[in-house]
Protein backbone atom coordinates (compact mmCIF):
# COMPACT_ATOMS: atom_id res chain seq x y z
CA UNK A 1 0.00 0.00 0.00
CA UNK A 2 1.22 3.52 -1.39
CA UNK A 3 0.82 6.19 0.98
CA UNK A 4 0.41 9.79 0.31
CA UNK A 5 3.21 11.95 1.89
CA UNK A 6 1.72 15.36 0.72
CA UNK A 7 -1.93 14.59 2.83
CA UNK A 8 -1.41 17.79 5.06
CA UNK A 9 0.76 20.13 3.06
CA UNK A 10 -2.18 22.43 1.64
CA UNK A 11 -3.87 22.80 4.77
CA UNK A 12 -0.75 24.46 5.90
CA UNK A 13 -0.17 26.27 3.34
CA UNK A 14 -3.65 27.86 2.60
CA UNK A 15 -3.58 28.77 6.02
CA UNK A 16 -0.65 30.38 5.61
CA UNK A 17 -1.62 32.51 2.78
CA UNK A 18 -4.77 33.10 4.73
CA UNK A 19 -2.89 34.87 7.33
CA UNK A 20 -0.71 36.26 5.19
CA UNK A 21 -4.17 38.07 3.47
CA UNK A 22 -5.69 39.01 6.81
CA UNK A 23 -2.45 41.04 7.51
CA UNK A 24 -2.57 42.53 4.53
CA UNK A 25 -6.29 43.18 5.12
CA UNK A 26 -5.45 44.56 8.81
CA UNK A 27 -2.83 47.28 7.71
CA UNK A 28 -5.07 48.26 4.92
CA UNK A 29 -8.15 49.51 7.19
CA UNK A 30 -5.27 50.85 9.64
CA UNK A 31 -4.23 52.94 6.89
CA UNK A 32 -7.46 54.40 5.58
CA UNK A 33 -8.35 55.06 9.28
CA UNK A 34 -5.35 56.60 9.43
CA UNK A 35 -6.06 59.15 6.44
CA UNK A 36 -9.25 59.72 7.16
CA UNK A 37 -8.21 61.22 10.60
CA UNK A 38 -5.21 63.20 8.79
CA UNK A 39 -8.30 64.59 6.39
CA UNK A 40 -10.66 65.54 9.28
CA UNK A 41 -7.60 67.60 11.45
CA UNK A 42 -6.55 69.43 8.27
CA UNK A 43 -10.00 70.27 7.66
CA UNK A 44 -11.03 71.82 11.23
CA UNK A 45 -7.91 73.30 10.61
CA UNK A 46 -8.28 75.06 7.42
CA UNK A 47 -12.21 76.02 9.30
CA UNK A 48 -10.32 77.25 12.07
CA UNK A 49 -7.69 79.61 10.27
CA UNK A 50 -10.38 80.72 7.64
CA UNK A 51 -12.08 82.00 10.92
CA UNK A 52 -9.24 83.73 12.21
CA UNK A 53 -8.75 85.03 8.47
CA UNK A 54 -12.35 86.81 8.53
CA UNK A 55 -11.73 88.53 12.37
CA UNK A 56 -8.38 89.64 11.06
CA UNK A 57 -9.70 91.56 8.50
CA UNK A 58 -12.94 92.59 10.35
CA UNK A 59 -11.11 93.75 12.98
CA UNK A 60 -8.83 96.11 10.57
CA UNK A 61 -11.51 97.35 9.17
CA UNK A 62 -12.76 98.54 12.64
CA UNK A 63 -9.70 100.02 13.51
CA UNK A 64 -9.52 102.14 10.00
CA UNK A 65 -12.80 103.27 10.65
CA UNK A 66 -11.85 103.62 14.12
CA UNK A 67 -8.89 106.12 12.99
CA UNK A 68 -10.46 108.19 10.54
CA UNK A 69 -13.43 108.91 12.05
CA UNK A 70 -12.91 108.62 15.98
CA UNK A 71 -15.45 111.27 17.04
CA UNK A 72 -18.15 109.36 14.82
CA UNK A 73 -17.01 105.88 15.36
CA UNK A 74 -16.68 104.10 18.96
CA UNK A 75 -14.19 101.31 19.55
CA UNK A 76 -15.20 98.63 22.01
CA UNK A 77 -13.00 98.14 24.02
CA UNK A 78 -10.42 101.06 23.18
CA UNK A 79 -6.87 99.76 22.06
CA UNK A 80 -4.66 98.91 24.56
CA UNK A 81 -1.24 101.14 25.27
CA UNK A 82 1.19 98.41 24.28
CA UNK A 83 3.60 97.84 27.05
CA UNK A 84 7.17 98.06 26.15
CA UNK A 85 7.69 95.10 28.82
CA UNK A 86 4.57 92.58 28.30
CA UNK A 87 2.96 92.14 25.08
CA UNK A 88 -0.80 92.12 26.06
CA UNK A 89 -1.86 88.88 23.15
CA UNK A 90 0.58 87.14 25.26
CA UNK A 91 -1.25 86.96 28.49
CA UNK A 92 -4.08 84.52 28.26
CA UNK A 93 -6.17 86.14 30.53
CA UNK A 94 -6.86 89.04 28.27
CA UNK A 95 -8.16 86.73 26.01
CA UNK A 96 -11.45 86.25 28.13
CA UNK A 97 -11.61 90.11 29.25
CA UNK A 98 -14.63 91.99 27.82
CA UNK A 99 -11.95 95.23 28.53
CA UNK A 100 -9.00 94.01 26.64
CA UNK A 101 -10.38 92.14 23.58
CA UNK A 102 -13.60 91.50 21.63
CA UNK A 103 -15.57 89.20 21.02
CA UNK A 104 -16.46 88.65 17.11
CA UNK A 105 -19.80 87.78 16.48
CA UNK A 106 -21.53 85.42 13.90
CA UNK A 107 -18.42 83.20 13.11
CA UNK A 108 -18.87 80.69 16.13
CA UNK A 109 -22.16 79.55 15.04
CA UNK A 110 -21.68 79.79 11.14
CA UNK A 111 -18.26 77.79 11.42
CA UNK A 112 -19.40 75.48 14.39
CA UNK A 113 -16.61 76.70 16.42
CA UNK A 114 -15.87 76.21 19.99
CA UNK A 115 -15.71 79.78 20.98
CA UNK A 116 -16.20 82.62 19.47
CA UNK A 117 -13.22 84.27 17.79
CA UNK A 118 -11.59 87.07 19.30
CA UNK A 119 -9.71 90.49 18.14
CA UNK A 120 -7.29 92.57 20.62
CA UNK A 121 -5.75 95.83 19.20
CA UNK A 122 -2.94 97.79 20.69
CA UNK A 123 -1.41 101.32 20.05
CA UNK A 124 2.15 101.23 19.39
CA UNK A 125 3.83 103.96 20.91
CA UNK A 126 7.31 102.34 21.01
CA UNK A 127 8.78 102.33 17.40
CA UNK A 128 10.84 99.61 19.27
CA UNK A 129 8.20 97.07 19.15
CA UNK A 130 7.41 97.70 15.31
CA UNK A 131 8.26 95.06 12.51
CA UNK A 132 11.54 95.68 11.14
CA UNK A 133 10.04 96.84 7.63
CA UNK A 134 7.90 99.41 9.54
CA UNK A 135 11.15 100.83 11.19
CA UNK A 136 12.95 101.99 8.03
CA UNK A 137 10.15 104.45 7.89
CA UNK A 138 11.10 106.55 11.01
CA UNK A 139 11.91 109.65 9.06
CA UNK A 140 8.09 109.75 7.95
CA UNK A 141 5.36 110.28 10.96
CA UNK A 142 3.15 107.19 12.14
CA UNK A 143 0.02 108.95 13.21
CA UNK A 144 -1.62 105.42 14.77
CA UNK A 145 0.43 102.49 14.49
CA UNK A 146 -1.58 99.65 15.76
CA UNK A 147 -1.07 95.97 16.26
CA UNK A 148 -4.28 93.96 15.62
CA UNK A 149 -4.05 90.31 17.36
CA UNK A 150 -6.87 87.66 16.38
CA UNK A 151 -7.23 84.38 18.20
CA UNK A 152 -9.87 81.64 16.86
CA UNK A 153 -10.60 78.57 18.18
CA UNK A 154 -11.72 75.02 16.40
CA UNK A 155 -14.40 73.22 16.61
CA UNK A 156 -15.73 71.56 19.62
CA UNK A 157 -14.58 68.37 19.04
CA UNK A 158 -10.61 69.81 18.78
CA UNK A 159 -8.57 71.98 20.75
CA UNK A 160 -7.34 73.93 17.76
CA UNK A 161 -6.28 77.51 18.29
CA UNK A 162 -4.76 79.67 15.88
CA UNK A 163 -3.46 83.30 16.43
CA UNK A 164 -3.08 86.03 13.56
CA UNK A 165 -1.58 89.29 14.20
CA UNK A 166 -0.99 92.30 11.79
CA UNK A 167 0.36 95.83 12.14
CA UNK A 168 -1.21 98.80 10.68
CA UNK A 169 -0.03 101.99 10.20
CA UNK A 170 -2.98 104.53 9.30
Known amino acids: MVRNHQAGVTLIIVLIVL ?10 IKS ?6 MAGNLSM ?8 EQALRYCEQTVQAYAQYPDRYRMDPAPLEADENTNNFEVDANWSDDQKSMVITGLKESLHL ?3 PRCMVELINDRTQLPEI ?3 YE ?13 AYGPASTDSV ?3 QSYLRI
Do not use: C, W
Not at 139 to 151: A, G
Open 134 to 136: SRS
Open 114 to 116: SKA
Open 45 to 52: QLTTFHAA
Open 162 to 164: ISL
Open 19 to 28: VIISLLGITT
Open 32 to 37: ATMNEK
Open 139 to 151: DKPLIYPFRITVR
